[in-house]
């Protein structure tokens, strides 16, 4: 293995007209060379590599699967955060936004940002153009409370499509694949939930809170092309 090496720029702006709003944008630049990757062990399968191992039988006893390098990967987008304050007679009342818009993530110079095909490429989850959290928050004397809300955009699907296919293998193993007979979108919804804090103060070293993470119990983006356990890209963003 060669060691990987970086080369990034990053550069942004932040305007605060006043002590109660400031809204900040960063734009980042950033190319791995020799990135250190590991294959996917299934597509070794897949594609009949010689470095999945078998008895006479056929059955897979052991896999080689060895880190390589990429040739490069280069990735660059936006920053964003927006604040808001405001002292009321009804308390203090607070909005931010954060978000991040990934304008490409290229290897070899195919760029995969909005899609889940660099899985096929590095291993790397799907990558979402959009994501970001909006908060609102309130304060009145002992009492807080916070929603937020979290979005991850919708992304193309092309692990599964255009680097692979759903099929499956059966055992013993069939010498053609059998093709599933369930669909799979060729676009992934986007995926909003919403989460909520409470605090109580009793005194100033003293307080009370709770939480309910995924109010509404909404359930992750369903996509079998990554996993035959969970169901759904876990490093995309998709909390269990």
Sequence with gaps: LEPE???????????EPNANFSAGFTYYDIKWTNQVAFP?????????????????????????????????VQTSGVDIDVRYRASTTYGRFGTSLTATYINKYEVN???????????????????????????FDWEQGPWVAQLTVNYIHSYLRQFGYD????????????????????????????????????????????????????????????????STTYFYDRQAGYDI
């Design 109 to 135: 110079g195919q760029n995969f940002a909005g899609t889940n095909g660099a899985w096929a490429a590095t291993n790397i989850s799907a990558i979402p153009r959009w994501k970001g959290l909006l908060a």
């Design 40 to 72: 996917d062990l299934q597509a070794l399968v897949d594609n009949n590599s010689p470095n999945v191992l078998r008895d006479p039988d056929g059955n897979i006893y052991a896999i080689n699967g060895q880190y390589f390098n990429l040739g490069e």
């Design 163 to 226: 680097f692979g296919d759903s099929s499956y293998f059966s055992d013993p193993p069939p010498t053609n694949r059998v093709p599933q007979t369930g669909s799979l979108d060729r676009k992934s919804p986007s995926y909003t939930t919403f989460d909520l804090y409470g605090r109580y103060n009793v005194t100033p070293k003293f307080s009370v809170s709770a939480s309910i993470v995924n109010l509404l119990d909404e359930e992750p983006v369903w996509d079998p092309s990554f």
């Design 5 to 15: 090496e970086s080369r990034s720029f990053t550069g942004g702006v932040v305007w």
